[in-house]
T-cell receptor, first 108, second 115 residues
Framework: DAKTTQPNSMESNEEEPVHLPCNHS???????IHWYRQLPSQGPEYVIH?????VNNRMASLAIAEDRKSSTLILHRATLRDAAVYYC?????????WGAGTKLIIKP | SQTIHQWPATLVQPVGSPLSLECTVE??????LYWYRQAAGRGLQLLFY??????ISSEVPQNLSASRPQDRQFILSSKKLLLSDSGFYLC??????????????FGEGSRLTVL
């Protein structure tokens, strides 16, 4: 199956780091890994993407395993506004292959 | 930066009625455009994508169709809606900076309920 695998939901405390895992064991060598997040009744929002090296931006960090079969999205200090569904996606030849995502619950 | 406009935001239609959802893009030219559908609690399903005017690729065979009459306009249509067409429809514009790298920008979505 070309889709990625993520836990259905995760909980975290506010102001603590969050590590969201993703498995993509069938990924090809040229497929990028993208992460998007979606708040209720809104369109998804780009978070980060990478190919082989770990990536950092103002929103998050992306740690990619050396064999590229898994990756982890890291929110360094979660806030209540980070509560959303997070999608780990394969970008295969300009096509994004979406799974069901992880619902992240942030507890105050 | 690009902005995606979708309308209507909410639509309630009877089974068998026609459908037209419109998407327009500002802030970029010659974009790759996409229509996605999202069922409740599920991920996004790609319906159509377009790399230029009049160029439409269909990913899922169904009673929906898409058209791109202008560079920054993308329309999703149906002649006769089914109950299973209910869902959250999202239009997206791609800003690719290389093969596989770049990002999608999404509109706010159109929620369709077929009764």
């Amino acid at each position: 199956d070309a889709k990625t695998t993520q836990p259905n939901s995760m909980e975290s405390n506010e102001e603590e780091p969050v590590h969201l895992p993703c498995n993509h064991s069938t990924i090809s060598g040229t497929d990028y890994i993208h992460w998007y997040r979606q708040l209720p009744s809104q369109g998804p929002e780009y978070v980060i993407h990478g190919l082989t090296s770990n990536v950092n931006n103002r929103m998050a960090s992306l740690a990619i395993a050396e064999d590229r079969k898994s990756s982890t999205l890291i929110l360094h200090r979660a806030t209540l506004r980070d509560a959303a569904v997070y999608y780990c996606i394969r970008n295969s030849n300009y096509q994004l292959i979406w799974g069901a995502g992880t619902k992240l619950i942030i507890k105050p | 930066s690009q902005t995606i406009h979708q309308w209507p935001a909410t639509l309630v239609q009877p089974v068998g009625s026609p459908l037209s959802l419109e998407c327009t893009v500002e802030g970029t030219s010659n974009p790759n455009l996409y229509w996605y559908r999202q069922a409740a609690g599920r991920g996004l399903q790609l319906l159509f994508y377009s790399v230029g005017i009049g160029q439409i690729s269909s990913e899922v065979p169904q009673n929906l169709s898409a058209s791109r009459p202008q560079d920054r306009q993308f329309i999703l249509s149906s002649k006769k809606l089914l109950l299973s067409d209910s869902g959250f429809y999202l239009c997206a514009c791609a800003l690719w900076t290389g093969v596989g790298t770049g990002e999608l920008f999404f509109g706010e979505g159109s929620r369709l309920t077929v009764l």
